[in-house]
């Protein structure tokens, strides 16, 4: 958006029918300052009825520096001061100076001394540092001496005026730049033009903006509407060009907008902006006073500045829209949730609860069903929990299929929200039953913000999730307590392991048939400093939840393999060393270059190593795992399922993934001698391992009823 290519047309007075012919010019005041009566009226009748660039002269007069004083404090734009040096005191006069410069800061006003006493002249160093426009006897003070000498300061003076003006008139530029870049949207900038506009000129904000209205033909002509108002025009905001009832200024905006430039008369001016090549809008400004030329300079200036920014309006807007909203549910976004969840902490005193609600089994429908099925089910959840809740709420979708309900907690409750999805959906007229899991935190107050209430519903949904299909679980202090309880055994993990307190222990591995010791499984341990053990159940999870699993497992890889090669020395040359892989070291894509590496370092024979994984490798993709233990077991590595019988176990995975041995989870194995069910499962096992070709490992076999 520009100001047209052609600069700024200003008019003369008589273009403008508003305007009448009288002079607006305000006299130039000179304060006269001599304790001499006669020094007054002689400079009266010298002044009468002279004009000095276009301007007549007022003059003020004061009988002593105190006189003065009081002068300076309370009328203002002074132009020169005539001020006798020698007064009710030798130096009086360059006191005043003193203060008129330092305290009452007064840099634009210039100073003229007079004496009459030629040996009281003021030093060289002192005229320079007071800024002392002139010196002069008054015996050399004609008429004509006067009026060049005052012609002579004015003209400085209006200098400095000038410059004054601009600078302060492009600070009102950078700092309406600012606003302009904050403002939301054609209107809110709108209303900023009118405002900044007012306050570069220094007048009141009276003036209107026209713009493109929404409802206009496509096939036609643009129709322009009032989109912003201030002053005595604010009665007109929404009203068509066509129905303003001035006449002067509807001609004077569709003259801007027809031929795309500015027009800018001595007290008013209609500004053009160009949106983009073929659609703008024009600013209309009533002024209280005449626009000067310097305001005219600042005019230009401001319009180049504030087109730059107004190019970028409708972006702003899209980047703001994009930070709050999801584009793809027109939603508003985490974001916005966090800011209304604060602002309602703030101001609302009333009990509020924030749901976080994640669509069960949404991404496997997703793959199955496509993708535009999932949108689609993405938007229906949305609607039922916008209009499905018996009271107001405010929704927004987090991330995928997590979105956000809140509201009073009346409202914002497990049997609402489940309610919502008791009916199936309809999706390309077919119906679908949809459940979901919600977690729930109820709001107590501002002393905690809008983020903390939101990673507890989170904490209250992933408890949920991990009951089942379509749970609620509402957050408590116990909860909050285990979450706290698992990040700082996180911590004190992660600090354990970079100090080097992790360690392994070994456990044998018999050939029931021989009795002797084939091979070794590598067991990881932590003991803190006050010699408590931390179960491998509790810490083992945390680390593949955190990743650290990653670090962790290349680490006891090297260290197993270590060992192995002391044990080998020790008179165990056929040994073999069993270590766990978690399936997060098995999704790394440099998985097979870290054993090879730790092979290589070691001086391991891959034959000696054996990778124990569990089936649920499979689960994240059952083709890279195949391929995965394929290239394993190619390199020599020998590939044992770990814990079968437990969690995902699946003839068909165990029929597909490429592997060497069986290992039977010690569960099954205690209650072998009990002749239960699971001793009887542990028999099946053995006999389909060996129908697989697969050797059979027993854990936990402690006795020997047990292993017969």
Known sequence: MSVSDDPLVFLDEEDDPAESSADFSPPWRILVVDDDGDVHETSRFALSGIRILGRPLSLLHAMSGREALETLRTEGNIAVILLDVVMESEDAGLRLVDVIRNELKLVNTRIILRTGQPGHAPECETITRYDINDYKTKGELTQEKLFATLTSAIRSYDQLLRLDANRRGLEKI?????????????????????????????????????????????????????????????????????????????????????????LVHPRSMALYFRKSDDEGFAAFIDSARPIREVDRELLEVFCTNIALCAKNVDLVAELRRDAFVDRQMGLPNRTALVCALNARLRADGRPGALAVVDVDQFASANDVLGHDYGDALLRQTARRLGGGLPGEVFVARLAGDAFAVLGDDGVVNGPNIQACFSE??????????????????????????????????????????????????????ELGAEARERAQLLRDLRLAFDQARLFLVYQSQVDLRTGRV???????????????EISPNHFIPIAEQSGLIVGMGNWLLQVALLALQRFRAQGFPQL??????????????????????????TGTAAEGLELEVTESIAVGGLESAVDLLRRLREMGVTVAIDDFGTGYSSLSYLERLPADRLKIDRSFMRSLANGDAGGRIARTIIVLGRELGLTVLAEGVESEAVAA
């Open 576 to 601: 073999r060393m069993a270590v766990n892989v978690s399936p997060v070291q098995l999704r790394q894509p440099d998985f097979l270059a870290q054993v090879q590496e730790a092979l290589a370092e």
């Open 174 to 262: 950078v700092a309406a730049s600012n606003q302009f870049i904050a403002d939301q949207g054609l209107q809110a900038f709108a209303e900023g033009v009118i405002t900044q506009i007012a306050g570069l000129l220094g007048v009141e904000p009276e003036g209107l903006v026209c713009a493109a209205a929404e409802d206009s033909p496509g096939d036609g002509p643009l129709e322009y509407r009032v989109i912003a108002a201030a002053g005595h025009f604010s009665h007109l905001i929404q009203r068509r060009l066509s129905e303003l009832d001035d006449p002067w200024m509807a001609s004077q905006l569709a003259g801007a907008l027809r031929d795309r430039h500015s």
């Open 424 to 477: 199936p959906f309809l999706i390309e007229a077919v119906r679908h039953p949809v459940s979901v899991c919600a977690g729930i935190v109820r709001l107590a107050g501002a002393h905690r913000s809008g983020i903390e209430y939101l990673k507890d519903s989170y904490l209250a949904l992933k408890r949920a999730k991990a009951q089942g299909l379509g749970q609620t679980v509402v957050y408590s202090r």
């Open 518 to 532: 084939v091979g070794v499984e590598a067991l990881l341990r932590w003991m803190r400093d006050d010699s408590t």
